[in-house]
């Protein structure tokens, strides 16, 4: 009986461990869209954020952030990913993405494809009606 439980408590935290080095391949740098950034996916605590770490306009300003305040700061070092829970499996959900280009928030999952790139689909409601952009791993 002793060796059963053993082996169940064995089994549990091979998967727990399994699990968590898995949901930790996202972390890194990735390029988006026509190059046009770089973002570095980072974690704290069990939940991963990304930042912008560099743009081809790296003077840009935050100009349609809904916050009046925040609309004289730069992109480049914002926070765009933020948020995100690994279900376990193959899929970065539950947070938001932020886009720059019209200042709205978006909710968000990410998957990882073979190559280690990113597929980030933004969406309001469903993730059915939104839009998913390839964001490739900077090596």
């Known amino acids: 009986m002793n060796k059963i439980i053993a082996l169940i408590i064995f089994t549990l935290a091979s998967f727990v461990l399994h699990s968590q080095e898995k949901s930790d391949l996202i972390l890194g740098t ?3 869209e026509n190059n046009r950034s770089m973002v570095e996916i980072t974690k704290k605590e069990t939940k991963y954020f990304g930042k912008i770490i560099w743009m081809r306009e790296s003077e840009k300003l935050d100009d349609k952030n809904p916050n009046e305040a925040l609309r004289k700061e730069k992109i480049l070092g914002q926070e765009i990913l933020k948020n995100f829970i690994f279900n ?14 019209n200042g709205k928030t978006y909710s968000c999952k990410i998957t990882k494809d073979e190559k280690e790139n990113l ?3 933004g969406f309001i409601g469903v993730s059915l009606i939104g839009r998913t952009t390839f964001w490739v791993k900077v090596k």
Not at 92 to 101: A, E, S, V
């Open 30 to 32: 990735y390029m988006t």
């Open 119 to 121: 597929n980030v689909r």
């Open 88 to 101: 376990g499996i193959d899929v970065w959900h539950l947070g938001t993405i932020y886009d720059p280009k």
